[in-house]
Nanobody, 125 residues
Framework: QVQLVESGGGLVQAGGSLRLSCAAS????????MGWFRQAPGKEREFVGV????????YYADSVKGRFTISRDNAKNTMYLQMNSLKPEDTAVYYC??????????????????WGQGTQVTVSS
């Protein structure tokens, strides 16, 4: 059974940092695209960033570029999201997702088959 489990969310003041983890189990995800999405109340789920499996390239939404960093440890089947300089508008439930290659559009949530349950990130002003 494939399972993705996020952890590391919480409450932080604006300007602070958090690191989210996404632990995968049930199969080896080293070749998978692994992405982060977020959903704020009343808004659609939006792309945050992704890391490819083949060469570890990362791509980010413009809103987080330069502040967030995605990495992965394939030996641990785990992906990370380091979030720095957090802003109140980063408040959302953060989800990790995984999909085997190839992908047509890794920014599209509908293309991912595997999802975690989400972890809440709240940034106070």
């Amino acid at each position: 059974q494939v399972q993705l489990v996020e952890s590391g969310g919480g409450l932080v003041q604006a300007g602070g940092s958090l690191r989210l983890s996404c632990a995968a189990s049930g199969r080896t995800f080293s070749s998978y695209f692994m992405g982060w999405f977020r959903q704020a109340p009343g808004k659609e789920r939006e792309f945050v960033g992704v890391i490819t499996g083949s060469d570890g390239r990362t791509y980010y939404a413009d809103s987080v570029k330069g502040r967030f960093t995605i990495s992965r440890d394939n030996a641990k089947n785990t992906m990370y999201l380091q979030m720095n300089s957090l802003k109140p508008e980063d408040t959302a439930v953060y989800y990790c997702a995984a999909e085997p290659p190839p992908m047509r559009n890794f920014r599209n949530a509908n293309e991912y088959d595997y999802w975690g349950q989400g972890t809440q990130v709240t940034v106070s002003s």
